[in-house]
């Protein structure tokens, strides 16, 4: 920041030198990018413009939105590809709860925090320990993420669908390293990659016994099961896609700040 | 119009779940069950998405260029990639895969 600013803009440039605003648009920027991809998948996985758009704009939630449409993509009917989608989301539920916690909002503004709680804006966050830092950290992700994500959703639409063949492009190759690269950061440690195993075994079983986007459901009940009857950690697999906190924290890699801050923030609640 | 409608009503649905969160006591988000549940069943529906696009077609099982893709994002992300890397490594090899006349 230059100099002058401090005087000509005192509010400006504390609102910039704040570290969770920082990191929000820092966030916004690499997340919305990639909103590129799920435009281009989501019409040459058979929706329109608008359908697309609709997804970006009202669903907001990658995990979702790429799952609806791999359901579509891979022959799923319509039903299948809302079972999965929805699954998806209950983790936003879980973020809602921890959100609400920290800033309560009142009135309308609840309504549109819920709206723009996502993995980023989550971890952005809960990243922070001061009040207003978490506040702010939130807004920016969220509102952030939002106009580049549905900026770039539709680019990515229009470009996909000036492409033609989409398999000569490797876009459905395209699809398999965004779920993975979805999957990826929450394979931390022994048990969250053995049930990603038994639930990727699952599905191979199941495809030639059942309709197309049917063994993705087969998996989300194996994978509750799971959940529900053995007793690891509470928050396995509820890191979110992206941890912005990562370049302050290259020192130790193995340990996940995201999870540390809610683990306390649990504990200062109870 | 089909399409449409479970599109929408996915869309209704996710918010529901978001705003579930904002509505229930927090006393639900100290059950440690709800949240173990919502964590495994990312983990596994993640999975199964990556699986089913990588050798699902239609009801059977194939092998092809799609498993390139797989290869070259795991990589890709073993090396730290950002995300728009790993989708870019999974399309630019399973493009190459078919030029190179393995479908």
Same mark, same amino acid.
């Given at each position: 920041?230059?100099?002058?600013?401090?005087?000509?803009?005192?509010?400006?440039?504390?609102?910039?030198?704040?570290?969770?605003?920082?990191?929000?648009?820092?966030?916004?920027?690499?997340?919305?990018?990639?909103?590129?991809?799920?435009?281009?998948?989501?019409?040459?996985?058979?929706?329109?413009?608008?359908q697309?758009?609709?997804?970006?704009?009202?669903?907001?939630?990658?995990?979702?939105?790429?799952?609806f449409?791999?359901v579509v993509?891979?022959?799923?009917s319509g039903v299948a590809a809302m079972g999965?989608a929805t699954?998806?989301?209950?983790?936003?539920?879980?973020?809602?709860?921890?959100?609400?916690?920290?800033?309560?909002?009142?009135?309308?503004?609840?309504?549109?925090?819920?709206?723009?709680?996502?993995?980023?804006?989550?971890?952005?966050?809960?990243?922070?320990?001061?009040?207003?830092?978490?506040?702010?950290?939130?807004?920016?992700?969220?509102?952030?993420?939002?106009?580049? *994500?549905?900026?770039?959703?539709?680019?990515?639409?229009?470009?996909?669908?000036?492409?033609?063949?989409?398999?000569?492009?490797?876009?459905?190759?395209?699809?398999?390293?965004?779920?993975?690269?979805?999957?990826?950061?929450?394979?931390?440690?022994?048990?969250?990659?053995?049930?990603?195993?038994?639930?990727?075994?699952?599905?191979?079983?199941?495809?030639?016994?059942?309709?197309?986007?049917?063994?993705?459901?087969?998996?989300?009940?194996?994978?509750?099961?799971?959940? *529900?009857?053995?007793?690891?950690?509470?928050?396995?697999?509820?890191?979110?896609?992206?941890?912005?906190?990562?370049?302050?924290?290259?020192?130790?890699?193995?340990?996940?700040?995201?999870?540390?801050?809610?683990?306390?923030?649990?504990?200062?609640?109870? | 119009?089909n399409l449409w409608m479970w599109l929408l009503l996915s869309c209704?649905l996710?918010?529901?779940?978001?705003?579930?969160?904002?509505?229930?006591?927090?006393?639900?988000?100290?059950?440690?069950?709800?949240?173990?549940?919502?964590?495994?069943?990312?983990?596994?529906?993640?999975?199964?998405?990556?699986?089913?696009?990588?050798?699902?077609?239609?009801?059977?099982?194939?092998?092809?260029?799609?498993?390139?893709?797989?290869?070259?994002?795991?990589?890709?992300?073993?090396?730290?990639?950002?995300?728009?890397?790993?989708?870019?490594?999974?399309?630019?090899?399973?493009?190459?895969?078919?030029?190179?006349?393995?479908?």
């Open positions: 920041m230059g100099l002058d600013f401090d005087t000509a803009e005192p509010a400006l440039v504390k609102i910039l030198q704040s570290p969770a605003v920082r990191i929000g648009l820092s966030i916004s920027i690499a997340t919305g990018l990639y909103g590129v991809s799920f435009g281009a998948l989501s019409v040459t996985s058979g929706l329109d413009f608008w697309t758009m609709a997804l970006s704009l009202l669903l907001f939630s990658g995990g979702s939105q790429f799952a449409i791999g993509a891979g022959g799923g999965a699954l998806l989301g209950m983790r936003n539920g879980i973020y809602g709860m921890q959100i609400n916690a920290l800033l309560q909002p009142r009135g309308w503004r609840k309504f549109a925090a819920a709206q723009l709680t996502i993995d980023e804006s989550t971890a952005t966050s809960t990243g922070q320990t001061d009040p207003d830092e978490q506040k702010r950290g939130f807004w920016t992700a969220g509102i952030g993420v939002f106009v580049l *994500w549905n900026l770039f959703t539709a680019l990515g639409a229009l470009a996909g669908g000036a492409l033609g063949d989409p398999k000569q492009w490797g876009l459905d190759g395209a699809a398999v390293a965004a779920f993975l690269g979805l999957l990826w950061p929450r394979l931390k440690g022994r048990e969250p990659v053995a049930i990603a195993v038994v639930c990727a075994l699952a599905t191979v079983l199941a495809v030639p016994f059942v309709p197309p986007g049917v063994p993705i459901l087969v998996a989300a009940v194996v994978a509750a099961g799971i959940g *529900w009857f053995s007793h690891g950690r509470s928050d396995e697999g509820l890191e979110p896609d992206v941890d912005p906190y990562a370049e302050d924290h290259v020192h130790h890699h193995h340990h996940d700040p995201a999870r540390d801050s809610r683990g306390e923030r649990t504990g200062d609640d109870a | 119009m209704l996710a918010y529901a779940w978001k705003l579930l969160g904002y509505l229930v006591p927090a006393s639900l988000l100290r059950n440690p069950r709800t949240s173990r549940i919502a964590g495994t069943m990312t983990i596994g529906l993640l999975a199964s998405l990556t699986v089913v696009n990588a050798v699902a077609s239609g009801q059977s099982l194939v092998l092809d260029a799609r498993l390139g893709a797989l290869a070259a994002a795991a990589i890709a992300l073993w090396l730290r990639a950002p995300f728009l890397v790993v989708v870019i490594a999974g399309a630019v090899a399973a493009a190459g895969l078919r030029l190179l006349g393995w479908d």
